[in-house]
C-alpha cells in the first residue's frame, strides 16, 4: 500500500511563506495527476492546486498568483509553494497522487496563518 506522507505545516504570520511537501513511499508510475486540497474547520475539503504528468497545473482562484505547484518524478514527490500567506488560508492540507484509476491521499499537515 502506498503512503504518502506531507511535511512543511506550521504557523506563520499572514503575509508569509511556506512549503509544503509530499513524497510516497513507493514508486508510483504512470501517474494522471498529484496534487493538494484543503479543508479549514467547518468547511468542505477544496481544491488548492493540480499538475499533470505532462506538466499542466491548475489552481484554486484563490489562490493564483501566490502559491506554485511543483513534482519531481523521480523522486516521487509534490511541493507547494506558498507565499503572501493569508488567514483564510488556515487549513488542513493534504496532498493526493491519481495513478492507475486509484487515489492516495496524505494524512494532511496543519497550516495555519495568524498572527
Known amino acids: 500500500q502506498v503512503q504518502l506522507v506531507e511535511s512543511g505545516g506550521g504557523l506563520v504570520q499572514p503575509g508569509g511563506s511556506l512549503t509544503l511537501s509530499c513524497t510516497a513511499s513507493d514508486t508510483i508510475v504512470n501517474f494522471a495527476s498529484k496534487g493538494w486540497y484543503r479543508q479549514a474547520p467547518g468547511k468542505q475539503r477544496e481544491m488548492v492546486a493540480t499538475?499533470?504528468?505532462?506538466?499542466?497545473?491548475n489552481y484554486a482562484d484563490s489562490v493564483k498568483g501566490r502559491f506554485t505547484i511543483s513534482r519531481d518524478n523521480a523522486k516521487n514527490t509534490v511541493d507547494l509553494q506558498m507565499n503572501s500567506l493569508k488567514p483564510e488560508d488556515t487549513a488542513v492540507y493534504y496532498c493526493f497522487f491519481f495513478a492507475g484509476g486509484d487515489t492516495y491521499w496524505g494524512k494532511g499537515t496543519l497550516v495555519t496563518a495568524s498572527s
Open positions: 499538475i499533470t504528468n505532462r506538466g499542466h497545473t
